[in-house]
């Protein structure tokens, strides 16, 4: 976890309000400021000032902590690793309402929202949204910039790769293995590997389509 008083966040979407609003239970900053590439964003209610854009974080580095706050996964990626080789102290935000159990690890720039619980010696990459009432059970395996989306469900022992997103409600069966770079979608049930990148959709989940990125 980030060590300073003020917060950046890249992205002022609908991620970038709920992520600030963790950043504001967690009691831990006393300024929050948005960056992002839509100016337009200002018009739309933001809780906490719109500073500028993405390519103007360099203003506060050494003097606030960061964090990427936009949904997708590859766009994620692209903005830490950015900041990460300017120097950039990277937050890593848990909701005061979720649940992380002990021996569990959360890699920088990760987020876990209202709800969520992360179960023992869980490891959770670098950049990964734990949504809403998400549950990761023990000892999974989470890769970087990873999403696991609103109520998604993963049983114990799940390694999931990569950028790979589990959509609203979809279920892991537990000792299962889901490559990077996967797209699983709404409401889906995962009960074998996916050993290839693609879109995947259904009870049991079935590839759709090849290219999974998102
Ligand atoms: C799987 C998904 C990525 C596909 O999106 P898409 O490429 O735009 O696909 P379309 O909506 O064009 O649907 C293509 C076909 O797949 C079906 N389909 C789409 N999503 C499906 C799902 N989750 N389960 C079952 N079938 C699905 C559609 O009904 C459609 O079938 P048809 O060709 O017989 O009409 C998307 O529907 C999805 O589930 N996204 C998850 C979103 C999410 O959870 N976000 C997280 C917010 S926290």
């Not at 890249?10 to 900053?29: C, E, P, S």
């Not at 006393?30 to 500028?52: C, H, K, N, Q």
């Not at 074998?192 to 990148?197: D, G, K, N, R, V």
């Amino acid at each position: 976890m980030g060590t300073r008083q003020r917060l950046i966040l890249l992205g002022a979407g609908g991620q970038g309000r709920v992520v600030a609003d963790i950043a504001l239970h967690t009691g831990l900053y006393r300024e929050i400021g948005f960056l992002d590439d839509d100016p337009a964003v200002a018009d739309t209610g933001l809780p906490f000032p719109l500073l500028g854009s993405f390519s103007e974080y360099g203003k506060w580095l050494g003097e606030a902590d960061f964090a990427v706050a936009i949904g997708n996964n590859a766009v994620r990626e692209a903005l830490q690793d950015r900041l990460t080789a300017a120097g950039a102290s990277l937050a890593t935000l848990i909701h005061p309402r979720a649940f992380v159990a002990s021996r569990v690890t959360l890699g920088a720039g990760s987020v876990v929202m209202a709800g969520a619980v992360i179960n023992v010696d869980a490891v959770i990459g670098r950049g990964v949204i734990v949504n809403t009432c998400a549950s990761v059970d023990h000892d999974c395996r989470i890769g970087d910039f990873c999403h696991v989306s609103v109520g998604a469900r993963l049983a114990g022992t799940v390694h999931v790769g990569d950028r790979s997103t589990l959509g609203v409600g979809a279920v892991v069966r537990n000792n299962t293995d889901i490559c990077a770079d996967c797209m699983v979608g709404a409401g889906a049930a995962v009960v074998s590997p996916l050993t290839e990148p693609g879109v995947y959709v259904g009870v049991p989940a079935r590839r759709l389509y090849p290219d999974g990125a998102n």
